[in-house]
DNA sequence: ACCTTTCTGTAGTGATCGATAAAAAATCGG
DNA sequence: CCGATTTTTTATCGATCACTACAGAAAGGT
């Protein structure tokens, strides 16, 4: 009962996680937030309670769509050095896509905050961590399977690829093309040629 | 003429270094750094005349001691690979000193800023540019020197280097121990048996 | 129609941001 | 000692931060 919402959720959510995307979680503030999502800042804190939440639920938007290229390299790909090439190659895409913000959200969106941003910087960790366990399991998966040596770290060589995709992450907030970080995708991939 | 400084500028330099280096440049105000350097506001814009100035001479201390490790790498070893192998082998060290912050200052010190802080951001930007100009000039020496094969695109495996290194720095932030970084610059550096 | 409930817009909360005005204190040349 | 000069201290400045009190507007149910 009451009176209805006259905006779309979802629609809002999709604008303020461009804004944090581009500029992080502390240096987008909720004046800027409020003229993007085209609301006032009531409707906002009436919507999603507070900055914080707001910024959750737009990592989570992110998730399921910027970033949902990862699973479905692990899931789709028959051995790990084609699930790992695709899912690096597709990273880079995603870190270059043309006329939206550079770089990953779930890796650059809330460095360098100040303690009252703490809970969305260990948010980003722990998603960032996730990650990286997804990548192990995928690689532990094709040991098993018999596509990586028995002798593989698991562990390692998935921080090995998070450190990469990390440092793509960076290059390209810099300003570092898809095609070249493409050539540097290849370098790093070499490594499976060395694990047979 | 006049009254002298009571204090030590190159010590407030340093306390305010450690401090941009923690938290970055945006989310370190002038009340922490007023409190840190045990200098009041005026003091400190009189010395330094702004925020973004005494930004620059941290960073400028910054690089002559806790990154003063690279130059010397590139110039006291006698090929690419062992200069490479230091180079990183020492950047990890410098990202995990005990007692001291994580990570980077050049690297992580002014991602995600507002507006306001653009400069700041384009000075770390420009100094990682030069920093990986140095890599791609050590890699030509050892081109032109023989340890390096004439086909090696020197500028590529530079921008490799630097994708490592700055993904390095992020896990570092994220308290990674020094030892599982060397493991993973292990990894890494197998690009140079590969090369030859 | 009514009342209740919820949303919307205006305006403003105290706190903190980077940066200063003004006056007191200290050190110089003379 | 004196007056000139510079640093120090104290107390702010206006702007912006995340956030909200309040009142009017719009949609329920009955």
Redesign the interface.
């Known amino acids: 009962m009451g009176r209805p919402r006259s905006f779309d959720t979802e629609n809002a959510i999709q604008h303020a996680m461009l804004l944090f995307w581009e500029?992080?979680?502390?240096?987008t503030?909720m004046a800027d937030l409020s003229a993007a999502m085209g609301l006032n800042p009531p409707s906002i804190y009436a919507a999603f309670k507070n900055k914080e939440m707001l910024f959750q639920k737009c990592v989570e938007a992110y998730v399921e769509s910027i970033a949902s290229y990862a699973p479905r390299a692990f899931e789709e790909e028959p051995t790990v050095e084609l699930a790992m090439q695709r899912f690096i190659s597709e990273a880079i895409e995603a870190f270059t896509i043309h006329d939206q913000p550079k770089g990953c959200l779930l890796?650059?969106?809330?460095?360098?905050?100040?303690k009252g941003?703490q809970g969305a910087q260990d948010f980003l960790?722990t998603y960032?961590?996730g990650s990286e366990a997804v990548i192990a399991d995928r690689i532990q998966r094709g040991i098993q399977e018999g596509d990586m040596p028995l002798e593989t770290?698991a562990a390692?060589?998935a921080?090995?690829i998070?450190?990469?995709?990390?440092?793509?992450a960076?290059?390209a907030?810099?300003g570092?093309d898809a095609a070249?970080?493409q050539?540097?995708a290849k370098?790093?991939l070499?490594?499976f040629?060395?694990s047979k």
Chains 1, 2 share one sequence.
């Open positions: 500029r992080g979680y502390e240096a503030s890796i650059s969106g809330a460095t360098n905050c100040s941003s960790t960032r961590q770290n390692l060589l921080k090995y998070s450190v990469t995709v990390q440092g793509m960076a290059q907030r810099d570092v070249t970080l050539e540097v370098i790093t070499a490594q040629n060395l």
